[in-house]
Structure formats: C-alpha cells, structure tokens
Antibody
Framework: QQQLQESGPGLVKPSETLSLTCTVS??????????WGWVRQPPGKGLEWIGS???????FYNTSLKTRVSMSVDPSKNQFSLRLASVTAADTALYYC????????????WGQGTLVSVSS | QSALTQPPSASGSPGQSVTISCTGT?????????VSWYQQHPGKAPKVMIY???KRPSGVPDRFSGSKSGNTASLTVSGLQAEDEADYYC??????????FGGGTKLTVL
C-alpha cells in the first residue's frame, strides 16, 4: 500500500516562494495511470485543489493559482514537488499531497499534511 | 473554478438519516459523473467515502450513499453513528484535468 509524506519549511516569508516535496513509498511514482496532486486547507476552512501532475511531467493547475504555481516530478527519488511563488498570509494552510489513479478519479491516498505559515 | 456550495452544518440523532447537498454548475457537477465525497475527522487527512457519484470504496459502510440530480449531488448517511461525526467535502471533476471542492459540511451526531 502506497504512503505519501510531505516535507518542507513550516515558515515562509511574505513574497517568497513556498516549496514542498512529497515522497512516495510502497510503489513507483511512474505508475502508468497515477496522477499526483496537492490540496491545501487554510486553518478552520475547506479544501482547495492546487494542481496535479502526471508521471510524464504534464501539469494541471487551479486557474486561480496557475500564475504562481509550478509542479515537478523526480522519478529517480520517487518524489514530486510544489512551488508557490509570491506567497501572502492567505497562503497559510495545511498542505496535503495525494494520489489519484486517473484524471477524473478520486484522491484515494493522502499524506498526513504539513502546515505552512506565511509570516515575517 | 468556483467552489461547490454545501450547507455549513447538518445534524441528526443516532439511527437517523441525514442528507448533505452539494451544488455546482453544468461545468462540474452537472457535466460529469465524477463527484466524490470525503470524510475528514479533526486532525486527520480526508478519506474518500463515495466516488463517481454513487460508488463506495472497499471498506466504506453501505450506510453511506450518493446521488445526483442536475447540478446538485447529495450524500446520505443512514443509521447515523457517533463515529460519523466529521466534516464532509464534496468534490467534482471540472474538465481539462481540473478539480473543485465544496466548502465543507460539519455533521453533528446529536
């Protein structure tokens, strides 16, 4: 059974770039059908899909964030990453990485989440 | 990609049934049969309870069921149990490999 684990700084300064990595264990990130996504949840609020990446590197982003978001995949390390530029306090959230088996499939495997605070 | 609309709260007594609605548009809920429902307990990651509108993953009790009519999807929890108390989020595929979530509903078991 696959497991996902987020890692990265817990504190980022305003206007800087948030960078997170998700390490996948228990299976290859290069599975021919799997998509890998990021979902965030501001404290006390709901879920927001940030974007997803296919193992080939094709990316799909939330239109509200696409000017600031980039994702990448590193098959050699079985990892995928998120970068969110020009962060503000509104980007403070619990960031989850998650897997979905196809573009329209549900997110069926989630990491435990990592809290990122944006503050000077 | 505007968030789907859910009621902020719902409640029911043990043994009762409760239904949570999720309203979108013809570009998401109404346009695809790819609506999912997630259960989230405090401090935990979301867990998929329903996918493709009506399907249950292995291990999810059959007390949980889903349906859709037009631009509105619904999750029904029958025979409410104390452990069903949680936040519930709907999600819909919205085309071009994009997803949208609802604002969430806090289900209280009285």
């Amino acid at each position: 059974q696959q497991q996902l684990q987020e890692s990265g700084p817990g504190l980022v300064k305003p206007s800087e770039t948030l960078s997170l990595t998700c390490t996948v264990s228990g299976g290859s990130i290069s599975s021919s059908t799997s998509y890998w996504g990021w979902v965030r949840q501001p404290p006390g609020k709901g879920l927001e899909w940030i974007g997803s990446i296919y193992h080939t590197g094709s990316t799909f982003y939330n239109t509200s964030l696409k000017t600031r978001v980039s994702m990448s995949v590193d098959p050699s390390k079985n990892q995928f990453s998120l970068r969110l530029a020009s962060v503000t306090a509104a980007d403070t959230a619990l960031y989850y990485c998650a897997r979905h088996f196809a573009a329209a499939a549900p997110f069926d495997c989630w990491g435990q989440g990592t809290l990122v605070s944006v503050s000077s | 990609q505007s968030a789907l609309t859910q009621p902020p709260s719902a409640s029911g007594s043990p043994g009762q049934s409760v239904t949570i609605s999720c309203t979108g548009t013809s570009s998401d809920v109404g346009g695809y049969s790819f609506v999912s429902w997630y259960q989230q307990h405090p401090g935990k990651a979301p867990k998929v309870m329903i996918y493709e509108v009506t399907k249950r993953p292995s291990g999810v009790p059959d007390r949980f069921s889903g349906s859709k009519s037009g631009n509105t999807a619904s999750l029904t929890v029958s025979g409410l149990q104390a452990e069903d108390e949680a936040d519930y989020y709907c999600s819909s595929y919205s085309g071009s490999n994009t997803w949208v979530f609802g604002g969430g509903t806090k289900l209280t078991v009285l």
